[in-house]
């Protein structure tokens, strides 16, 4: 089965600078690759997902990128800010296969004043 | 729209006890799935049902039964617990026929004496 393996487990950036946090997946049939942001305490939510046939995708601060050779995505965070302070969760899915959606282990991310 | 929603918050069993925690949607989404989220652990997917009448196994689904009836309910049954089920359990349903954004449950938080 897809397994996705995330880092790194914890960041920690001074605010204003960039962070970049980085998934891979294995199962290369996998195409449809969001990203989770959980705030303490809070359920996580999508900030940004990414499809197979497009190698990059940005909304503001944000942009994700995927490499389908390699098997590889990530998250892009520019000029961070104390409100970006959270986990991070990347995922993998088949979408129209079989559906279900593997989570990477997460990264918490530390944004230093 | 309430969502979402998950039933109990907060719930401490003993060991060998067995219960069912509920989780509801109201989006008329046909995709629902259990995560159970642990420190260093990430979200694993523990069941997924693409559509009433039809569920499949996760990465961790032993331990655990569940039923779609409707399309709106997809309780989790515990059949025996244990503490090594002492986690942090979200629903989440998503319509795979408009986009793939999977939307999280409160989440409920079991103790397993």
């Known amino acids: 089965g897809e397994n996705v393996e995330q880092h790194p487990s914890t960041l920690s950036v001074q605010e204003g600078d960039s962070a970049v946090i980085k998934c891979t997946y294995s199962d290369s049939a996998s195409n449809y690759f969001p990203w989770y942001k959980q705030e303490l305490g809070k359920r996580p939510q999508l900030i940004i997902d990414i499809r197979s046939n497009v190698g990059e995708k940005k909304d503001q601060r944000i942009a994700v990128t995927l490499n389908k050779t390699a098997k590889h995505f990530s998250l892009h965070i520019t000029e961070t800010q104390p409100e970006d302070s959270a986990v991070y969760f990347c995922a993998a899915s088949k979408k129209n296969r079989d559906d279900k959606i593997i989570f990477g282990k997460g990264t918490r991310l530390h944004i230093l004043p | 729209n309430a969502g979402v929603t998950q039933t109990p918050k907060f719930q401490v069993l003993k060991t060998g006890q067995s219960m069912t925690l509920q989780c509801a949607q109201d989006m008329n989404h046909e995709y629902m799935s259990w995560y159970r989220q642990d420190p260093g652990m990430g979200l694993r997917l523990i069941h997924y049902?693409?559509?009433?009448?039809?569920?499949d196994q996760g990465e961790v689904p032993n331990g655990y039964n569940v039923s779609r009836s409707t399309t709106e309910d997809f309780p989790l049954r515990l059949l025996s617990a244990a503490p090594s089920q002492t986690s942090v359990y979200f629903c989440?349903?998503?319509?795979?026929?408009?986009?793939?954004?999977?939307?999280f449950g409160p989440g409920t938080r079991l103790t397993v004496t």
């Open positions: 989440a349903s998503t319509s795979t026929r408009i986009s793939y954004e999977q939307y």
């Open positions: 049902s693409v559509g009433a009448g039809i569920t």
